[in-house]
């Protein structure tokens, strides 16, 4: 790319969208450790020391002023959840503001972008939509998408939308990921499990409701941050489109997965690898075999202590 920035060790600048978010501040910190110069991008300015392009996704003009000079995108951008406003605030924000990113990209001649996707996508992650149990697990990246609500069509909608950019060349690595834990959300994890029948809204203050779905998977956000990193690293030819499961080594459940499963659901859930629950009997939903081989990727921050009473 012509007008690509570098820093002097050759990295190119990395434009984080949503980086004064949850999330955003861990792409920050991760990012700039591994020796990128970061731009960030969102509502306003984070805490986090970067270059920072203040504006709203969903604007065309303000994502191609901060899509300047950027070798690669890692676009988080969002509206994180259904609690985050209307259905048809959701999809504006996050459809819109990703064809919006993607097509900026596209014009400055950005070819690598990893996209924040959800294991929503599966369509068993929050009981106000319709909640779809999986045909199987651990779920794979074979496993139908079945969008259940209006964040996780968001989500669907905006891989379509990199696939359809693949056509351009562009490559993306789609990231799947389960409840962030973050440390704001450990009161809510606390309360949740010490009265899971009753746990509803955000009773301890937190930023929204523990979430994870009826698995209680989870991922600790210094992990994920550096699954974004691998991703962003990771080589993909032109226009291939990778999509990637990524959680824990186990669930905030308070009962082994597969028991779960059979209390819910009886037969209904097929599992399809024994050997790993009988290995880990608290082994989250979905798999992460493949970001383990693909990406290199496997967590390695287990917060169980949290509901097991340590600090």
Not at 110 to 128: A, I, K, P, Q
Request: proline share 6%; hydrophobic share 40%.
């Amino acid at each position: 790319m012509e007008n690509e920035v570098k820093n002097e060790q050759g990295k190119p600048l990395v434009l984080i969208t949503g980086a004064a978010g949850l999330l955003g501040r861990y792409l920050v910190r991760e990012m700039r450790k591994a020796g990128y110069p970061v731009r960030g991008f969102d509502l306003r300015k984070g805490s986090e020391d970067c270059d920072w392009a203040v504006g709203d996704v969903t604007s065309g003009a303000d994502v191609s002023a901060a899509m300047k000079g950027v070798g690669k995108v890692i676009h988080a951008a969002a509206r994180a959840n259904i609690w985050q406003g209307t259905g048809e605030e959701i999809l504006q924000t996050n459809v819109m503001g990703t064809w919006q990113v993607y097509e900026a990209a596209r014009r400055e001649g950005v070819h690598n972008l990893v996209f924040c996707s959800s294991d929503s996508t599966v369509g068993y992650t929050v009981r106000e939509g319709a909640m779809v149990p999986p045909r199987y697990m651990p779920v794979d990246t074979s496993h139908p998408l079945q969008a259940t609500d209006p964040y996780a069509l968001s989500k669907i909608l905006g891989e379509d939308i990199a696939r359809s950019f693949c056509h351009w060349g562009m490559s993306t690595v789609a990231l799947r990921t389960v409840f962030v834990a973050y440390p704001e959300m450990e009161g809510e994890i606390r309360a949740r499990h010490a009265d899971p029948e009753n746990y509803k809204g955000t009773p301890a203050g937190g930023p929204s409701s523990a979430g994870g779905g009826v698995f209680y998977n989870y991922i600790d956000p210094r992990d994920l941050a550096r699954a974004f990193r691998l991703a962003l690293e990771f080589e993909l030819p032109p226009g291939a489109f990778r999509p990637f499961f990524l959680s824990s080594g186990e669930t905030f459940a308070p009962e082994p997965t597969v028991d779960r499963a059979r209390r819910l659901h009886g037969d209904g859930i097929e599992v399809r690898d024994p050997a790993l629950y009988e290995r880990s009997p608290y082994a989250g939903l979905y798999d992460t075999a493949e970001a383990a081989r693909d990406l290199g990727f496997v967590a390695e921050h287990s917060l169980r202590h949290i509901i097991n009473g340590g600090a």
